[in-house]
């Protein structure tokens, strides 16, 4: 719990306070970004680009209760850029990388999971891109349309099409 006289003097401008609300918020930051990019160089990076934007802006925070959650607001849209950029780079997609159902406790993967990989295997590269990154990682089509490089409409289209045809083969 972060004291909200140590934001408040934060917003003034003292670095110590700063400190202490990194050593405070530091640690759940780092957790949630090794979960969501899978690489500790890479959630560090995150981590400590949220921290030093979060430092520049810090007397534009409106609430000082709302400390923890305006950081983690910041982290996640540096993840989603780390993410896109990935993407960007590779221009493709392991699906099951991105797919974590849940495996009921089992070495091998569950009945589910391998209908769902399946099932996006009978779809073309772009079609499963644009799923995966809906539906999986939660990106809104205007996200993906810039990720990708191709219009809005193109990408909602192609993603509601897309899950049809996913639902069909599943049934």
């Given amino acids: 719990m972060i004291d909200i006289e140590t934001v408040k003097s934060a917003k003034l401008g003292d670095p110590d ?4 609300i990194y050593d405070g918020i530091a640690p759940e930051l780092y957790r949630v970004a090794l979960y ?5 160089q890479d959630a560090e990076d ?17 609430d000082e209760t709302r400390i923890k959650r305006w950081m983690m607001t910041i982290l996640s849209v540096r993840i989603k850029r780390r993410i896109a950029g990935y ?6 997609v392991d699906i099951n990388e991105l797919i974590d159902l849940p495996d009921e406790g089992h070495d091998r993967p569950s009945a589910e999971k391998v209908a769902v990989v399946e099932a996006l295997t009978q779809v073309d590269e772009t079609e499963r891109l644009i799923v995966l990154l809906s539906v999986v990682q939660g990106y809104t089509a205007r996200e993906i349309s810039q990720m990708l490089d191709m219009p809005q409409g193109t ?3 192609k993603l509601y099409r897309t899950l049809k045809k996913l639902r069909d083969i599943l049934s």
């Fill in 17 to 20: 306070s700063f400190a202490e």
């Fill in 36 to 40: 969501a990019l899978g690489n500790p």
């Fill in 46 to 62: 995150v981590v400590s680009e949220t921290f030093l934007e979060a430092y520049k802006g810090i007397k534009n925070l409106r």
């Fill in 87 to 92: 993407i960007k780079a590779r221009k493709t």
């Fill in 155 to 157: 990408v909602s289209s």
